[in-house]
């Protein structure tokens, strides 16, 4: 059995890295919801690592080849390259920058980087004997780049009537005949499933992990790896008429990116990735047919296939094709950035389809964001600005409630620590955050100190200052908890809280020792500075 990413998985400055990849794009339209959340999914991961102290790799990128973006190319009157470069240099990277989105690299796999290596690599397997010429006939999806078996078409109605439809993007199929070459997929069923049992977590959630298990058991079919009916793609390196299959030529990307062919110590200290986020309409390419092909190849798998949910709007997923697709800036010019980057995974449980709506995103930011997070900001800099003009006061009358309130925000950090960091449950790891938010805020509620400050004597001015301390103190964890979510209001809060290192400086900031009580240093300068979440305005009208 080939060793999986998470066992080779170590610490230290030899260690390899915490590699994380998404999907590359199709790059026929500008970037949705849906691209943004499975980006900032992985980017909320890997900020965590890395504030962890670990090594990591980051991966995104697009997938520019295909009959799809052909065909787009060709009703924009462009060429297929020109469509991409156009795509990619004004929708797609600009978007990630727009959204604090901290990759490592962004691969194309119209760089010669990738195409000379997926041509190594597919030669070798058809010298290997992995790879044979044949024909192939059936229903052709070009929205999916995927040939469908009969029981996954749907029936059409309406314009469709009488026409099988795919699934997914609910148009017709095509039925295309041509001559390919195959890859000997049927033959690697018994290792799948021999991979699924061995890594009982190798594909997430459970019920994406049966589906697959289910479907590789009811037989695998020898892949198409090859087109020749049009000739946008990586040439066929022994067949120069055939174009390799675009989805062979996008999964190499895991390799190619970080140095497969190229550059062996980089490969080494890198690959395979730990962790794979996909969405579940794909999860069978990066389940089935990637490892198939490491298993052919002789390469490691990958740790983790985490297949992320729909986001649905009005009871459809979100694509351009239904015409549901929403532009992130939308929201963002709107809510801010953080607030985005925070609403999805808060709202929604990563795994699952989840349903968006501008009334919801409302609701949670004006009560989680701006009421009980920014609100306690303001108030503790306010207090502390007004009883002790600005400068931290130090805590010398803890007791059974400040012990409280320490033993809460250990419980934060653990859970949330766990549930981002190893389980990929970011809605459990922001909920326990803001349970400790919560938690703070009725402290100083059952505290009261503004009542406290009325008494001058020494007693009540030690007791004013611990209640303040505390809570700042908290607030300064808080800033570290959520910098991978909200990485600029984290800041924010950090200056105004007067820390002195960094923040997400290590090792003093890492996240598991975000607990650690007493890091902020008595005397420091603690000024009340913008808001952190504003009112919102007028919802606008299209």
């Known amino acids: 059995m080939a060793a999986t990413g998470s066992e080779k998985q170590g610490a230290g400055e030899n260690a390899k890295a915490f590699y994380v990849s998404t999907p590359i794009y199709y790059v026929n339209d500008a970037p949705h919801l849906g691209h943004a959340y499975t980006t900032v999914a992985g980017d909320v991961l890997t900020r965590w690592h890395r504030q962890r102290g670990e090594k990591v790799w980051y991966l995104t990128g697009t997938d520019e080849h295909g009959q799809k973006i052909m065909r787009t190319a060709e009703a924009n009157g462009v060429s297929p390259q020109e469509w991409c470069d156009k795509l990619v240099t004004e929708a797609w990277q600009p978007l990630w920058e727009h959204l604090n989105i901290a990759n490592d690299d962004f691969i194309r796999t119209t760089e010669k980087r990738h195409t000379d290596r997926v041509q190594e690599f597919v030669q ?64 690697y069923g018994d290792k799948l499933l021999a991979l699924y049992e061995a890594n009982p977590g190798f594909i997430q959630p459970e019920s994406a992990r049966n589906e697959v298990v289910n479907f590789v058991k009811q037989g695998l079919q020898d892949l198409s790896i090859s087109r020749s009916t049009f000739d946008w793609g990586v040439k066929v390196p022994w067949d120069d008429k055939h174009v390799i299959y675009v989805w062979v030529d996008a999964l190499l990307n895991y390799a190619t990116a970080v140095g497969y062919g190229a550059n062996q110590e980089k490969f080494d200290a890198t690959f395979p990735a730990n962790v794979h986020l996909v969405g579940k309409d794909i999860l069978r390419f990066h389940a089935v047919i990637w490892p198939a092909m490491l298993l052919a190849q002789g390469l490691p798998v990958p740790g983790k296939v985490a297949a992320n949910g729909w986001l649905m709007v009005g009871g459809e997923k979100m694509s351009k094709s239904n015409l549901t697709g929403i532009k992130p800036q939308d929201l963002t010019s709107h809510f801010g950035v953080d607030a985005y980057r925070w609403y999805f995974l808060r709202a929604i449980a990563f795994g699952s389809d989840g349903s968006f709506s501008w009334e919801d995103f409302t609701a949670r930011y004006t009560s989680e964001l701006a009421n009980d997070y920014g609100n306690l900001a303001s108030r503790v800099a306010a207090m502390v600005g007004k009883y002790f003009g600005g400068a931290l006061p130090e805590a010398t009358a803890s007791g059974e409630a400040e012990k409280a309130v320490q033993d809460g925000l250990a419980k934060a950090v653990a859970d949330a620590d766990r549930a981002i960091g190893e389980e990929l449950d ?64 984290s800041q924010k809060l950090w200056d105004s809280l007067g820390a002195e290192a960094a923040l997400g400086a290590l090792p003093a900031q890492r996240v598991q020792d975000a607990g650690t009580w007493g890091q902020l240093p008595v005397g420091a300068t603690v000024t009340k500075g913008a808001v952190l979440f504003p009112r919102l305005e007028e919802k606008p009208t299209a």
């Not at 505290?447 to 505390?470: C, F, H, M, N």
């Open 124 to 187: 070798d397997l058809y010298d290997k004997g992995e790879i044979y010429k044949g024909g192939y006939e059936g229903p052709y999806c070009v929205g999916c780049e995927e040939y469908k078996l009969p029981g996954d078409l749907v029936d059409g109605e309406g314009e469709f009537d009488g026409q099988k439809l795919c699934p997914i993007h609910k148009k017709p199929v095509e039925l295309l005949k041509e001559e390919n070459y195959f890859f000997k997929l049927s033959e």
């Open 426 to 489: 970011f809605q459990s790891g922001i909920l326990s955050i803001f349970a400790f938010v919560k938690q703070v805020n009725g402290y100083i509620t059952e505290q009261e100190p503004w009542k406290v400050a009325k008494d001058e004597s020494p007693e009540g001015k030690a007791r004013l200052a611990t209640i303040l301390y505390t809570a700042a103190e908290s607030l300064r964890a808080v800033a570290v908890l959520l910098n991978p979510v909200m990485p600029e209001t």
